[in-house]
């Protein structure tokens, strides 16, 4: 009798486990990005961060980073670049503190998912909240303040260079190096101006098999700039060399000119899915999968409870669930910038790809998919045999008649639960866009009226009527815009 009880008790507080277990991982579908890109495409980023804003309780308390670049974000795509950087800032804060985990965290991450864990952001997104910083404070024309995010970046890259094993993991970031290169430039500090501009020169290169992100043709420019400004010779000459049929100015033609830069976020950025792998332990089972999913190994959200009760009546079949990346790429090829006198002259600028958010998202996930999938496999295992072991046990306690039943029931309930359970971390900063696209003009000092005209996917002006800008010599003005197309 004693051992009876033992084991209805043990069976007990399984089920509740499995039971805690599910609700965490299958909380309620959150479809805030929905309404903050319906936001966005109507040109209202300031609904957008207010439906960040209020869905703050949603994001719990294990994804305070991904709330804070959320929020961020969306400040910056509003104007409020104050308070976009004082919540990045927090955001980064928190990124630093998480670097070390609790024995506790990882073990209910074990149990469930990585969703168990804080987040902390993919390495190119924690350099990207440097990114938006520098440019907040940028566009508030604090170029002093933006090149203490300068500095962060190359400190943050150089760490990760240090980190990183294989040598084609994401450790140098081409656009992060440009733009604080041009900040340097701005300052008129073009020691580290060309500094940046060649590691980001660099970067470019040697991301060049994966980014999907060619070097910019203006940074060609800008290092034949600096290097001929700092009398550096012997890499002006290599730089000549590299691009012959590159046009420059001299920084003696420049420094006296108003420079506009203008960056626009173009596309959404990728969304993360469960991709299911149901794994047959018996000949009985392959087939029971093979008839219920076919050979398709998609995700099928519509269908989980379905699978829940029929693998848990099987009770031979695993399941693991894996992240997928689902592209979200833009339409607009391009966009022209174009900036009028009063004369009526205009002065045309065609925009380059600065970054591509997609790729660097699909290279992370590659790097971490073997260690999510070992990870995910042994999770899977130890619930299974949990399941087994609270089904055999319920059918020792509750005699021979009523064993069969009761195997069945509980079977059910553990093997079913755990098949429902299983879901992959999807988290991921969804406000970036699909691409950064820059356009940069030195220009006469005087006032100018600013336009940009999308080219190719996309109709109508990206950015137009724009108030006049007045623009001073050796004046750096950064504008952002957002485009969804």
């Not at 990114?131 to 150089?158: C, F, M, P, T, W």
């Not at 004369?343 to 790097?367: C, F, M, P, W, Y």
Request: aromatic share 6%; net charge neutral; with cysteine.
């Amino acid at each position: 009798m004693l051992v009876r009880r033992s084991a209805v008790s043990s069976l007990s507080s399984l089920s509740l486990l499995v039971g805690a277990l599910l609700l965490t991982a299958c909380g309620p579908s959150i479809n805030r990005y929905t309404l903050i890109e319906q936001s966005l495409l109507a040109g209202d980023a300031k609904q957008a961060d207010a439906i960040v804003q209020q869905a703050e309780s949603s994001y719990g308390n294990k994804s305070r980073v991904l709330y804070g670049m959320d929020r961020g974000m969306t400040l910056h795509l509003a104007g409020d670049y104050q308070l976009s950087n004082a919540v990045l800032e927090q955001a980064e804060e928190e990124v630093e503190r998480l670097y070390t985990r609790s024995i506790r965290s990882e073990t209910a991450a074990f149990l469930t998912s990585d969703q168990a864990l804080p987040y902390e952001g993919d390495a190119y997104e924690q350099v990207m909240i440097n990114v938006v910083k520098a440019l907040n404070y940028a566009a508030q024309g604090q170029l002093q303040e933006s090149l203490v995010e300068a500095r962060r970046i190359d400190h943050r890259l150089n760490v990760l260079s240090d980190k990183a094993k294989e040598r084609t993991a994401y450790k140098e970031d081409g656009f992060a190096r440009y733009l604080t290169g041009i900040l340097y430039e701005a300052t008129g500090d073009l020691n580290n101006a060309f500094i940046a501009y060649r590691k980001a020169y660099e970067a470019y290169e040697a991301m060049s098999g994966w980014a999907r992100t060619p070097v910019p043709v203006q940074l060609r420019a800008d290092l034949l700039r600096t290097t001929e400004a700092l009398h550096l010779t012997t890499e002006f000459e290599e730089y000549r060399r590299l691009f012959p049929d590159t046009a420059w100015q001299s920084r003696e033609a420049v420094q006296n000119l108003a420079q506009v830069l203008v960056v626009s976020y173009n596309g959404r950025a990728p969304r993360k899915e469960d991709r299911f792998l149901d794994l047959p332990i018996s000949l009985d089972a392959l087939q029971l999968v093979l008839l219920n999913r076919g050979f398709s190994p998609a995700s099928r959200h519509q269908n989980r409870g379905f699978d829940s009760v029929l693998y848990g009546l099987s009770g031979r079949v695993v399941r693991v669930a894996l992240p997928q990346l689902i592209s979200q790429k833009t339409h607009v090829r391009g966009e022209q910038l174009v900036l009028t006198d009063e004369s009526g002259h205009q002065i045309s600028v065609r925009s380059e790809l600065g970054q591509n958010i997609t790729a660097l998202a699909e290279k992370s996930l590659s790097d971490r998919l073997p260690g999510i999938t070992v990870k995910a496999l042994a999770r899977a295992a130890v619930k299974f045999s949990m399941a087994e072991g609270a089904t055999r046990g319920a059918q020792q306690a509750s005699g021979k008649d009523a064993a069969p039943w009761v195997g069945l029931v509980v079977g059910l309930l553990t093997k079913g639960l755990a098949v429902a359970s299983e879901e992959a971390d999807k988290r991921s900063w969804r406000t970036l866009p699909h691409e950064i696209h820059l356009m940069r003009a030195w220009v006469a000092p005087g006032p100018y009226h600013l336009s940009v005209q999308l080219v190719g996917g996309g109709e109508g002006p990206a950015k137009d009527a724009a108030p006049a800008l007045s623009l001073a010599p050796g004046q750096t003005t950064v504008l952002i815009q957002r485009v969804m197309q």
